[in-house]
């Protein structure tokens, strides 16, 4: 008796299908992983007395659309919570607006005793910087916003 190449032979052969029994439940475990890791970016609490306004209009823009630039007392700016100096607003929000095909809403949200010559070098820059919508936030809107909720 003569053994052939070794005298073992293989029984089973290895698959050459991807097994596919596992398959659901590694795209559940990296659904949970992506919905547990993602992080919601909120703005800031600022606690500012809002101007007042007789009449007020709901904006009818996606969140998304919404660019939220906040004016401090000192001409501080902040675009969605970042600071920026008044300079730059024009070349941060043109971009953007091209980037929404001039859909872009600005909303100049500002403490009631924040000087108007800081509120009109903004206004200044949005001009520059080509945006067509721009609305300011008040105490009248403040109070629709806290109603939906």
């Known amino acids: 008796m003569g053994l052939k190449s070794g005298g073992l ?3 089973s052969k290895a698959s050459q299908e ?5 398959m659901a439940d590694i795209a559940f475990l990296l659904l949970i992983f992506f919905m547990v890791s993602t992080v919601f ?4 609490k600022r606690e500012i007395l809002w101007p007042e306004a007789e009449a ?16 401090e007392p000192n001409g501080d700016v902040y675009i969605n919570d970042l600071l920026w100096e008044m300079e730059e607003v024009r070349s941060v929000v043109r971009p953007l607006y091209v980037e929404t095909q001039a859909a ?3 909303s100049i949200r500002s403490d009631q005793n924040v000087p108007y010559f800081h ?6 820059e949005l001009q520059a910087a080509g945006a067509l919508r721009v609305v300011f936030a008040t105490e009248l809107e403040q109070d629709l916003i806290m109603e939906r909720r």
């Open 9 to 11: 032979q293989r029984k």
């Open 18 to 22: 991807i097994p596919s029994s596992s």
């Open 41 to 44: 970016q909120k703005d800031k």
């Open 56 to 71: 007020s209009e709901k904006i009818d823009a996606k969140q998304k659309e919404i660019l939220n630039i906040w004016v």
């Open 104 to 106: 872009l809403v600005v």
């Open 119 to 124: 509120v009109d070098l903004l206004q200044k």
